[in-house]
Structure formats: structure tokens, C-alpha cells
């Protein structure tokens, strides 16, 4: 079993930076595959993010260059770190594991259905 929780996030006007934070236990180190996925009000979750064992990472095309994806498997968290924010950018923020073993997929990234674990969301808001 796997448990996710989530933390930081926040309130920043357009252009600023935040950071959100989750912290993983359980099959922490057989989680070879961690990302972000974001949901605004009335839309569809979409995928923001991942970062497999190896480090190797994906981002979609929306927040490419801006937003950054990292993991400290010592101190057993995940991380994005947002930067030049936009009001589109404003939703709940989702911390996901696939199931231990399994790599990111590389050909067709974050997809929703291969992550079986997630945490319960941090709220990010941007205003204009």
C-alpha cells in the first residue's frame, strides 16, 4: 500500500511562484513512477507532471518550462515547483503513484488510468 498526502499550494497573483509538496509512505521506494495531475472546477483532472526512479521526467505541454518536477526519495517527497503562474493554472493539485514497479510511460505520458494511488489534492489559485 501506498499513501500520499499533499501540502503547500496557495494564493499568488499572475506571474508569481508556489510550490507544492507530497510526501509519500509505504512502497516508497518501489513507487517508481510519481507525478501531478491538476483538476479546475468543471473541467476534466489533467496530467501536469511525472518523475520515475531514475529521474526522468515529462511535462505537458501547458506548463512546459515553467513548472519543474523533482524527488528526494531520503526524505521521501515529491515536489513542483511553479513558477511564472497564470490564472489558467488555477485549480486543485493531485499528487499520483502508479503501482510499485511500474515505470512512467514515455510514449504516451500521464495517463490518468495508470496511476492507481493519489492523495486528496492542495488547492492552487492565481489571479490576474
Wanted: glycine share 10%; hydrophobic share 25%; proline share 4%.
Amino acid at each position: 500500500q501506498i499513501q500520499l498526502r499533499e501540502s503547500g499550494g496557495g494564493s499568488t497573483p499572475a506571474g508569481g511562484s508556489l510550490r507544492v509538496t507530497c510526501s509519500a509512505s509505504g512502497y516508497i521506494y518501489e513507487t517508481y513512477c510519481i507525478g501531478w495531475f491538476r483538476q479546475a472546477p468543471g473541467k476534466a483532472r489533467e496530467g501536469v507532471a511525472d518523475i520515475d526512479t531514475d529521474g526522468t521526467t515529462h511535462y505537458t505541454d501547458a506548463v512546459k518550462g515553467r513548472f519543474t518536477i523533482s524527488r528526494d526519495n531520503a526524505k521521501h517527497t515529491l515536489e513542483l515547483q511553479m513558477n511564472s503562474l497564470e490564472p489558467e493554472d488555477t485549480a486543485v493539485y493531485y499528487c499520483a503513484s502508479k503501482n510499485p514497479g511500474s515505470w512512467c510511460n514515455t510514449v504516451n505520458p500521464l495517463q490518468e488510468r495508470e496511476y492507481k494511488y493519489w492523495g486528496k489534492g492542495t488547492q492552487v489559485t492565481v489571479s490576474s
